[in-house]
C-alpha cells in the first residue's frame, strides 16, 4: 500500500509555544488530506479535510484559528497547533487518499503530542 | 447525522474465533472499512465493504448488510499478536472523510 509519513513522531512543549506537524504521502499524489485527534482509549475525530491549493474544511467545534493547516503541495500537508495548552496533548494522525478505487486512506504513524 | 456503534471490549482466547459488530446509521452509504489499532500506532486497513455479503482475506472476514446496517468482522485462529483496537469506518455519500466508530479493544489471552 502507500505510504505516508509524519513528522516528528513525538513531540514535548511549553504550553503557549506553537507546534507544526508533517505529513507526507510518500509514493503517491495525494488528492486529500485528513486530519484526525485521539485521545486515550477514544476513537479518531476528524479535525479537518484538507485539499491541495484550497483552504481547509474545519470540523464543527475545532477552531480553525488555533489548529492551522497548509496544503500547499500534493504530498505535504502540515498542521500547526498555535498557543498550545495542556488539553492539547493528544495523538494527531493524518491520511492520506489518491482517489482510488474505494477512496482508501493511508494513515501516517501519528504524532504524540504532550503540552507540559 | 452519523451513528456508529461497536462494543467497547472483548476478550478471546488464542486459537478461537471472534466476531465484531459495527452498527451504523449514516446519512449516506458509501462503503465500509475495518481498521486494526495497536496502541500508540496509526491504524492500519483490514477491509472494505460496499455490496452485501462476505469478504474473506484469510484469517479475517468482513460481512455486510446494508438494508440492516449492520457489519461485523471475523478474526480465526487468534494469536496474541490479534490483541488491538478494531476500528468499524464508514464512508458516506458526501465529501470523504471516514466517520469511525469508538473502537472495540480486543484482548486475545493464552
Known amino acids: 500500500g502507500a505510504v505516508v509519513s509524519q513528522h516528528p513522531s513525538w513531540v514535548i512543549c511549553k504550553s503557549g509555544t506553537s507546534v507544526k506537524i508533517e505529513c507526507r504521502s510518500l509514493d503517491f499524489q495525494a488528492t486529500t488530506m485528513f486530519w484526525y485527534r485521539q485521545f486515550p482509549k477514544q476513537s479518531l475525530m476528524l479535525m479537518a479535510t484538507?485539499?491541495?491549493?484550497?483552504?481547509?474544511?474545519?470540523e464543527q467545534g475545532v477552531e480553525k484559528d488555533k489548529f492551522l493547516i497548509n496544503h500547499a503541495s500534493l504530498t505535504l500537508s502540515t498542521l500547526t497547533v498555535t498557543s498550545a495548552h495542556p488539553e492539547d496533548s493528544s495523538f494527531y494522525i493524518c491520511?492520506?487518499?489518491?482517489?482510488?478505487?474505494?477512496?482508501?486512506?493511508?494513515f501516517g504513524p501519528g504524532t504524540r503530542l504532550t503540552v507540559l | 447525522g452519523q451513528n456508529i456503534d461497536q462494543p467497547t471490549e472483548m476478550t478471546a482466547t488464542e486459537g478461537a474465533i471472534v466476531q465484531i459488530n459495527c452498527t451504523y446509521q449514516?446519512?449516506?452509504?458509501?462503503?465500509l472499512f475495518w481498521y486494526q489499532q495497536h496502541a500508540g500506532e496509526a491504524p492500519t486497513f483490514l477491509s472494505y465493504n460496499v455490496l452485501d455479503g462476505l469478504e474473506e482475506k484469510g484469517r479475517f472476514s468482513s460481512f455486510l448488510s446494508r438494508s440492516k446496517g449492520y457489519s461485523y468482522l471475523l478474526l480465526k485462529e487468534l494469536q496474541m499478536k490479534d490483541s488491538a483496537s478494531y476500528l468499524c469506518a464508514v464512508f458516506p455519500n458526501s465529501g470523504y472523510a471516514l466517520n469511525f466508530g469508538k473502537g472495540t479493544s480486543l484482548l486475545v489471552t493464552p
Open positions: 484538507s485539499n491541495e491549493g484550497s483552504k481547509a474544511t474545519y
Open positions: 491520511s492520506a487518499t489518491n482517489s482510488g478505487v474505494y477512496n482508501e486512506q493511508f
Open positions: 449514516t446519512s449516506g452509504f458509501n462503503g
